[in-house]
């Protein structure tokens, strides 16, 4: 007896996506300022991280944005600017952003791998590296013990990026072997690699057994693909550094004078229950910067809210950011303790990316050893990293650090210009990093330590809103 079954096409359930799936255009005629990309489709989960994360990855600033998905359908309105502040008229960045949020998948990988192929950042394949996620408490000199032990482990770091906020550091690196430059596959070298980390990162927040331990994760090397600034931000939501001691920079409180602007204007969330809405209104008020709707959203994602509008606005030098959420399960916001904990996280979110104190810029040679000999020499001044993102290019590798004095206090400039010396012959270039300007053109004026150049960091802090000349 022969037995027939129905068949079943398997493209059913994707039917949604192939008919509502993600209609995007880019629009630079209704707007005299900004290109105006628009989202349509049926709503799923998470994708308004998604396309945040699409426009964030193409340096793309979010001046204003309308949020919407209601019942079963998302529509997104988004005003952006390129890093020069200028409309988006680079057809491959377009094509990208159409293909990377659309519906052509097919077409998307593609795309994607064509354009990574003509980035300059000369990085070798997934396929060829391993990713480690190191988190702990942080000390001074800690990243150049990390980059020190991973040297002696004889790692060769070809990308990596690293943020401390509230006495913890999170970081993320990309690494391949020395001799071989390939991924490093042998369980027995990744075990040693990862018991000397986590010697070296130390014990928990408190030295108990709360689950704030310091760890390290190896990845599979085709998982370095997702975003490393999003497991940043995971690393430390978990490690809950919203609620560790705070270190010498603590944003939420820091005050700025600037023109036509409101004196001591700081980081203010405030949450809300609308019950006659069904959501839970969250306001967010603070300094405006690149890649602060991607910090929010990706938190509150995190968090596992769901964002059902949102009104994104840029006044100045400062953004107002307004969402209406739910749980995952449709539910309100209910108890002080959550209200308290969402507006904590989303602070923290905010201050995680920001870092005063001075901005190196260096092109080092792609080499195990170099690595550790400039981090070791800014310990050996007094200084330590608190932020870092290194990457590769080719043969030489592009290092950005951000310093801080190890005692907390203002660096010492003659200091810096010893240090310079020291170093010599590598190439490295010097910021004041007050606060991450709006634009990254503004970050293309580099300062000597003339009494010109001081003077004008000076005036600078006191005129973010303006494009430098």
């Given amino acids: 007896m022969e037995v027939c079954t129905a068949y079943f096409d398997p493209e059913y359930e994707n039917l949604d996506d192939k008919i509502f799936g993600p209609r995007v255009s880019v629009d630079n005629e209704s707007c005299e300022k900004c290109t105006v ?263 509150l994602t995190d968090m596992q809210y769901v964002v059902f509008h949102a009104n994104i606005t840029s006044h100045g030098p400062f953004a107002h950011q307004e969402y209406f959420i739910r749980r995952k399960d449709g539910s309100l916001l209910h108890t002080e303790l959550e209200i308290q904990r969402v507006s904590k996280c989303l602070e923290a979110a905010i201050e995680r990316r920001v870092c005063e104190g001075i901005r190196l810029e260096l092109d080092l040679q792609n080499s195990v050893r170099v690595l550790p000999y400039v981090t070791q020499t800014l310990r050996e001044h007094g200084l330590t990293v608190a932020q870092a993102d290194i990457a590769a290019h080719g043969e030489k590798t592009k290092n950005v650090f951000f310093i801080q004095d190890i005692s907390g206090k203002e660096i010492d400039m003659g200091t810096v210009e010893y240090m310079k010396k020291e170093l010599e012959p590598l190439s490295i270039q010097v910021e004041n990093a007050m606060l991450p300007q709006k634009f990254n053109s503004m970050d293309t004026d580099r300062f000597s330590f003339s009494l010109v150049s001081l003077l004008r960091t000076q005036l600078e802090r006191f005129s973010h809103n303006f494009i430098s000349i």
């Avoid at 990243?143 to 913890?168: G, M």
């Fill in 37 to 299: 990309v628009k989202v349509d489709s049926i709503n799923k989960q998470d994708l308004l991280l998604k396309v945040v994360q699409v426009l964030t990855d193409m340096d793309l600033f979010i001046t204003k944005s309308y949020i919407s998905s209601d019942a079963r359908w998302f529509m997104d309105v988004f005003h952006v600017k390129d890093k020069l502040g200028n409309k988006v008229t680079d057809g491959k960045v377009i094509r990208y952003v159409q293909q990377a949020i659309g519906e052509r998948r097919e077409r998307q990988n593609s795309e994607e791998a064509e354009y990574c192929n003509d980035d300059e950042s000369g990085i070798e394949s997934s396929s060829e590296r391993t990713a480690i996620e190191m988190i702990g408490v942080n000390r001074p000199g800690l990243f150049s013990e990390i980059s020190a032990a991973l040297a002696e482990q004889r790692c060769n770091v070809i990308e990596a990026h690293a943020w401390s906020h509230n006495a913890c550091l999170a970081c993320i690196a990309c690494i391949s072997d020395e001799s071989t430059s390939t991924c490093i596959e042998d369980p027995q070298r990744l075990s040693a690699i990862e018991d000397h980390l986590s010697n070296i990162l130390g014990p928990s927040f408190g030295g108990d057994d709360s689950g704030r331990s310091a760890r390290t994760c190896f990845l599979g090397c085709d998982n370095w693909t997702s975003h490393a600034e999003r497991r940043l931000h995971q690393l430390m939501l978990a490690n809950q550094d919203f609620d560790g001691p705070q270190g010498p920079l603590n944003m939420s409180s820091w005050t700025m004078n600037v023109d036509n602007c409101e004196e001591g204007r700081r980081i203010v969330v405030s949450v809300d229950r609308c019950k006659e809405k069904g959501y839970t209104m969250v306001n967010v008020e603070c300094l405006d910067r690149p890649k602060l709707m991607f910090d929010t959203v990706c938190t």
